[in-house]
C-alpha cells in the first residue's frame, strides 16, 4: 500500500500549494477567474474561482464546441493540481516532487479526464506531461520561486488574499 498522499502536511504547505494554483491560472492566461486565495476556507475551497469559471456551457454549441470547452477547463484544472504539488515541492521543500505522489496525481487525473472529457490515459499523461514539464520548468526559476514564497507567506499572514492582492505578485513573472 502507497504512503504518497497529496493532502496539505500544514498551514504553510497550504498556501505554497494555493499560491502555485494561483500561478497556473496566470500562465494559462486564465486569471479573470481568480477571486481570491484563503488559509482559512475547507481544504478543496482555498482557491476561489470567479462565477464565470462554472458557467455552463451553452447548450446552443456544438458537442464538438462544448468538448472543447470541457477539455480546456480540464488541462487547466490538471495544471493546477501539478502546480500546487510542485510548489509545495520544489518551492517551499527545496526537493523534487516524489514519483509516487506525482503517479497519484496523474492516476486522479486519469480518472477525471476520462470522466470529463472521455480521454484516454495516454491522451490525460500527454496533457499533464506538458503542464507537468512548464510549471517544473517556471517553479525551478530562483525568481518566480522567490515570488510564489513571497506570495505564500503573505497569504499565511493576511489568511486571505483578494485578486487585488494576488496579480501585484504574479505580474512580477512577466519579468522572468
Known sequence: MSSASIKYSDDTDRAFGLCGMALALYI???EQYLAALSADAPADL???LTPD???VANPALSAKNVWKSSLENFSLGSAMLLANLLARSLVRRHS???QPVRNLAINMLVEEGAEACGL???EVTRICDK???YMHRLLSHPGIAQIISDMAKTLQTERTLSRDRIMPYLSQ???Y
Open 53 to 55: 469559471f462554472f458557467t
Open 46 to 48: 482555498g482557491l476561489e
Open 28 to 30: 494559462y492566461d486564465a
Open 173 to 175: 513573472i512577466s519579468n
Open 96 to 98: 523534487e516532487l516524489s
Open 120 to 122: 484516454a490515459e495516454a
Open 131 to 133: 503542464a507537468y514539464m
